[in-house]
């Protein structure tokens, strides 16, 4: 609306320069002659005359529609009409300027040309423009306490990128969650702990089978202080943690801690980013109230984010032990390979692979009893998919 981009050349576009002429050829063309007589005489009309049907809310828009008519040191001029029923008369004043046309019984088709209306416009339109001002700064404001907690939950998850090893901080904090739990089964004034309920929330954490969970019950009623207790469950994290690394692999295990501690991090950030939108949504209800709606969206959103760095302790404490690991198939010896020499060729696997085929005896007997699908490869070797390979042979 305000022109922006738009070159609007008193007396038309100017005719481009054909290829082949000098510029002494080109403005002495009949094309050129043609235009300066065009633009001579929008110039000696008084140039671009802007005709506004209202006035905007910024004046920054009506300055842009007035400047079309300046381009460049071109003349021109500019005219503004403003109805009484317009929303930015109608919201400032526009009704006591109807009452005085009504009372002086002035034509409805009457123009009213006045500095002290026109002072009052632009006053509506500063008004106006203070208000979104304060709108889009309200807006700013509460984007700056979602983009700190961004920022500490991105640096999070690119220190656990980044780090070669994360062991020790997952460990303490299966170890604060045991803690937890032991506080929340054994109440301050009680004597002895809840173990059935101190037992059950610690399965999330370790997953037992039934004797060794009553070996532990047994271990826990043992005790008789909470520092013990903890102390206890700490070991027996710490002595799963070793067995589980002792099957896969250290450097398998410290993929399973990235990855654990990665996806719960993945997982409630997304939850976290709905929530907050929902509560920047409703919080605006509270100026009913009279509460700044900006200073209980910082103490909610904090209160949601320390319940986000919880709930990601919670669900890496439950993941760690429950990642299962595929093993990879064994490789086959490269000593069951032949060589043919009397062809001249190396039969190797895919050889003896073929042989069996033709025989109709299994190839590697014993090798592997997992069902292969179409799409493995084939296990002769060949490097190409079953079902291109051995698969059609065997139907």
């Not at 005719?15 to 050129?32: A, D, F, I, R, V």
Request: charged share 35%.
């Amino acid at each position: 609306m305000a022109g922006r981009g738009v070159d609007i050349v008193l007396g038309g576009a100017m005719p481009e320069k054909p290829e082949g002429k000098t510029n002494e050829e080109w403005q002495e063309s009949k094309e050129m002659a043609v235009w300066r007589e065009h633009h001579e005489k929008v110039l000696k009309a008084g140039g671009l005359h802007v005709l506004g049907t209202e006035r905007h809310e910024a004046r920054r828009v009506d300055n842009q529609l007035r400047g079309r008519s300046g381009r460049q040191g071109d003349p021109g001029s500019s005219r503004f009409f403003l109805s009484l029923e317009d929303d930015l008369m109608r919201i400032f004043g526009g009704e006591q300027i109807s009452g005085l046309m009504d009372k002086l019984k002035l034509p409805e088709d009457q123009p009213i040309e006045n500095a002290l209306v026109s002072r009052a416009i632009e006053q509506s339109q500063v008004k106006v423009e203070g208000f979104h001002f304060d709108m889009r700064k309200r807006l700013v404001e509460f984007d700056d306490v979602a983009n700190q907690q961004r920022e500490i939950v991105y640096k999070l998850r690119r220190r656990v990128l980044d780090a070669q090893d994360v062991k020790d901080e997952v460990l303490e904090k299966l170890n604060e969650r045991a803690e937890k739990i032991v506080e929340a089964s054994w109440p301050e004034f009680e004597a002895k702990p809840n173990v059935e309920k101190m037992i059950i929330s610690f399965l999330d954490i370790v997953p037992f089978d039934d004797a060794s969970r009553e070996r532990i019950e047994g271990e826990v009623e043992k005790r008789n202080n909470k520092e013990e207790v903890k102390e206890l469950l700490k070991k027996v994290i710490a002595d799963i943690h070793k067995t589980r690394e002792g099957q896969v692999g250290k450097e398998t295990m410290r993929q399973i801690e990235k990855y654990a501690y990665l996806g719960s991090i993945d997982h409630h950030w997304i939850d976290h980013i709905d929530h907050i939108d929902d509560l920047r949504e409703a919080i605006t209800l509270r100026a009913y109230g009279q509460r700044d709606p900006l200073i209980e969206f910082k103490n909610e959103a904090f209160q949601l984010f320390e319940n986000l760095i919880e709930r990601i302790n919670v669900e890496l404490s439950g993941r760690l032990f429950r990642i299962g690991v595929a093993q990879p198939q064994s490789e086959i010896p490269l000593s069951r390979a032949r060589m043919n020499v009397d062809k001249g060729d190396q039969t190797g696997l895919k050889g003896e692979a073929d042989a069996a085929v033709e025989s109709g005896k299994p190839a590697f007997e014993g090798k592997t009893e997992k069902k292969m699908g179409r799409n493995d490869p084939c296990w002769c070797g060949s490097g190409k998919k079953w079902k291109k390979c051995h698969y059609p042979q065997m139907q």
